[in-house]
């Protein structure tokens, strides 16, 4: 019942809420990243949705678009800003996701929606996190970590996708705030955390290297 028709209907209700409250939100950080960053002010990339089906994410912009001298954006952290490392730490460059969320792409909780380009690099018992719609907050906030592994992260993400309730949607919330401090108190939005492609790969290069092959 809850999982079915409740949790989509107070998405819906909640969207519209915070959409209207946080407007003033909305455009002075529009205008901010206009002045830091220039144009375009929103990041958007196609993710994996409900039953892996693609639909394309918006953020706030954290990072410019400067370009080496043969034409190729710069690396990851050499384009990200001062007040891209504020957004990202304080998770206000996730604003834009409530469109997401009132469209129907995404929930306020659940397991985080990934690129697309990530879709090879699945186990097969980690595509359970797709039987449900991506969240705006994942439940791997339980662990009370800023980063955790991708491992960890699929853990809680599957549990998540199996045992969905309201008491465990106001737990991933309430755990979410202490994260959110975390993050803010350690500079979370300078990190730089490895893809899960080159993670995969890592990986099978060592699993070779252990079996002696």
Known sequence: ????????????IISIILLIILLPVYFLISVAVLLTMGRPI?????????????????????MTNEKDANGNLLNEQ???????IVLRSSSLD??????SILKGDMSFVGPRPLPTYYGPFFYEDEQV????RGGLIPPDGLCGETTPTWEKQ???????TRHISLALDLKVIFATFKILLKRLKNNYGAEDRQHLSEYR??????EKGDSGI
Not at 94 to 99: A, C, R, S
Not at 129 to 132: L, T
């Open 201 to 206: 790969k890592e990986e099978q290069v060592n």
């Open 94 to 99: 996730e604003l834009p996701e409530l469109f």
């Open 78 to 84: 050499l384009r990200l800003t001062k007040f891209g």
């Open 1 to 12: 019942m809850y999982e079915k028709y409740v949790k989509r209907i107070l998405d819906i």
């Open 42 to 62: 929103l990041f958007s990339q196609e993710r994996i949705g409900k039953q892996q089906k693609k639909f394309r994410l918006y953020k706030f912009r954290s």
């Open 129 to 132: 996190r797709h039987r449900v």
């Open 154 to 160: 699929f853990e809680y993400d599957c549990y998540y």
